[in-house]
């Protein structure tokens, strides 16, 4: 096989020729609207692809739109060809991952990360409870007074501002890994808690298995289950991401549940795509897809079983910043209106152009603070436009992306950034059963 040849199968190159060229998805396009260049649009981005398949570009010239590709998915949702952005967004990055010399020390950090720290669910609770030790023992507080907070590399002192206060170890280490559901049972399943939410944002996980248990669900939270994989994905990492799928799917697979649930948009959106990891009609594609067809957002479980009674009201206006992996890859869009408009006392009010991503993305509001933030002033003008109480999300990143964006406001005392499980345990959850 030529090099041509095997770059063109690489660069998933024959999808390219879906593409009409006709600009529709240019207007849906967060990278588009605040970079205004061709190149940082969808459109751009696939002709830079088929010209690098072709030779025509070099993969030098490819790196950066694929870089600063969001990975939203907003472009699909408006392309009347139905061009699969998704396969060659991915195809790209791997191709790109396997063609870039890494020094030793990217290598070994790469290696941690991906291959040790996401993956191991005892290194992603010691960053838990490093945390809790860091709030608790008063270094944060003395560390903000020094301002050594603001000397943090990758402005990691911006993200520390507004991660929520941890449970301590004693708290997590109590956690029951099978809960008996409240009255009569409506089903069984098994939560997916995800690597970030479980470490970062335990409360709301707790809280999850609080509204399934209420609902009327046994919930199952297997214990060696790993990160999703979809982190691993958006840096071009496929076989590691492959490696994650099949390690889930065997660990879920060990449970007889009716669902697998997560409360994660972005982890749903890898979780839902499983089966399209393994080759077609092997015996792990077969498994892949038993284990996608019971994956299901927290917010679709709990309409389906309508278990859920709220006894206190939440006087409060609200506007909902639905997750892009969510909408635009799960399809998951009503259930979590559903849930929000049951709320008693609730006003909710929606944004303007709420498709728009809010420039958290896994971790390109990290490796791409800058144009991130761009991002996100476009989406808190519009948040502000519905003067809100509390922006409701699905998924850590855009959870901690839209705390920073209230911070970045000043509007930290006034304006909340909550995950929807906590807004409906606001509001007094109970059994119906
Ligand atoms: S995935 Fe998002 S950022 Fe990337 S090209 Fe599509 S709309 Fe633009
Ligand atoms: S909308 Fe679809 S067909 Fe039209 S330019 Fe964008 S990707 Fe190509």
Known sequence: ??????????????????????????????????????????????????????????????????????????????????????????????????????????????????????????????LGQATWLYQASGMQKAARALRLTSMAPLHLGEFEQVVPAQPSPKERKARSRRVKPDGTPAAKVAFFTGCVMDSVFFETNQNTVELLRLSGAEVILPENQTCCGALHAHAGKTDMAKEQAAANIQVFEEEDVDYIVNNAGGCGAKLIEYDRMFEEGTD??????????????????????????????????????????????????????????????????????????????????????????????VKMADVKKTSPEAIVTTNPGCLLQMKLGVQREGQGESVEAVHLVDLLMEAGPRSRN
């Open 1 to 126: 096989m030529s090099n041509e040849t095997s770059l063109k199968d690489a660069l998933a190159y024959d999808k390219t020729f879906d593409c009409v060229q006709c600009g529709y998805c240019l207007p849906a396009c967060p990278t588009y609207e605040t970079m205004e260049k061709e190149t940082h649009s969808p459109r751009g981005r696939i002709n830079l692809i088929k010209m690098a398949a072709e030779g025509k570009a070099s993969l030098d010239d490819l790196k950066e739109p694929i870089e600063k590709c969001l990975g939203c998915m907003a472009c699909t949702t408006v392309c009347p060809t139905d061009v699969q952005y998704g396969d060659l967004l991915e195809a790209a990055k791997e191709t790109l991952e396997k063609h870039e010399t890494k020094t030793k020390t990217q290598q070994k950090t790469e290696g941690f990360l991906f291959g040790s720290f996401f993956p191991s669910s005892s290194w992603m609770n010691a």
């Open 284 to 377: 792990w594609q077969e498994r892949a897809l038993a284990f996608t067809e019971k994956v299901k957002d927290i917010s679709e479980v709990l309409v389906e079983l309508d278990g859920l009674a709220f006894s206190k009201d939440v006087p409060k206006t609200i506007t909902y910043q639905p997750s892009c992996h969510m909408t635009n890859v799960q399809r998951v869009t009503r259930p979590p209106r559903e849930l929000m408009e049951s709320i008693p006392g609730l006003t909710l009010k929606d944004m303007d152009n709420p498709g728009f991503c809010c420039g958290s993305a896994g971790i390109y509001n990290i490796v791409n603070y800058n144009d991130a933030m761009d991002i996100l002033d």
